[in-house]
T-cell receptor
Framework: DGGITQSPKYLFRKEGQNVTLSCEQN?????MYWYRQDPGQGLRLIYY???????QKGDIAEGYSVSREKKESFPLTVTSAQKNPTAFYLC?????????????FGEGSRLTVL | QKEVEQNSGPLSVPEGAIASLNCTYS??????FFWYRQYSGKSPELIMS????GDKEDGRFTAQLNKASQYVSLLIRDSQPSDSATYLC??????????FGTGTRLLVSP
């Protein structure tokens, strides 16, 4: 079945450690996104990529890094520079169309910093 | 002013009633509008999209868009307890960039 797979679902990290969240899609979508969701807040865009080997910062990119070496994959690294990394992280993809762009989300990864 | 604003709720309605969820946005150039449903602890799922002024119906859901007044709404007819969730309004403000509201929590009581 087509979809987006995020792993791991739950992740615990000690302060000062980098962690990488995986996101893989088999929908043949060009665009991929990473969002962060905190309680009581909407989804905030971290990074997005519209084509392979290219990506742009979103609204809260500080402390995060991404790569887009393959169309299917868009991993997110949460670095030690991210001051408050505990959150629910959502990966999404969409077709590359200017005026549409329904997002398809993965199941999310919940990161907790101990 | 936030780009996309929603009342956080909770909005409580009895089973079988109509639930009305509202959203306002600030960017007049916005072209496409979406409603996502998010159950607690789960990821959002798209339930409605609307691109032109007026109403768009899909089953029990109706999305309404008024670009002149910069608001979009979602009506849920015959509300069911399974509709209890947070509803996120999202606005496409440019090329492939969606801005989300903080969501309205809906509670449907049996």
């Amino acid at each position: 079945d087509g979809g987006i797979t995020q792993s791991p679902k739950y992740l615990f990290r000690k302060e000062g450690q980098n962690v990488t969240l995986s996101c893989e899609q088999n929908l043949n979508h060009d665009a991929m996104y990473w969002y962060r969701q905190d309680p009581g807040q909407g989804l905030r865009l971290i990074y997005y990529s519209q084509i392979v080997n290219d990506f742009q910062k979103g609204d809260i990119a500080e402390g995060y890094s991404v790569s887009r070496e393959k169309k299917e994959s868009f991993p997110l690294t949460v670095t030690s520079a991210q001051k408050n990394p505990t959150a629910f992280y959502l990966c999404a993809s969409s077709t590359k169309d200017r005026f549409t762009g329904e997002l398809f989300f993965g199941e999310g990864s919940r990161l907790t910093v101990l | 002013q936030k780009e996309v604003e929603q009342n956080s709720g909770p909005l409580s309605v009895p089973e079988g009633a109509i639930a009305s969820l509202n959203c306002t946005y600030s960017d007049r150039g916005s072209q496409s509008f979406f409603w996502y449903r998010q159950y607690s602890g789960k990821s959002p799922e798209l339930i409605m999209s609307i691109y032109s002024n007026g109403d768009k119906e899909d089953g029990r859901f109706t999305a309404q868009l008024n670009k002149a007044s910069q608001y979009v709404s979602l009506l849920i007819r015959d509300s069911q307890p399974s509709d209890s969730a947070t509803y996120l309004c999202a606005v496409n403000t440019g090329f492939q960039k969606l801005v989300f509201g903080t969501g309205t929590r809906l509670l449907v009581s049996p």
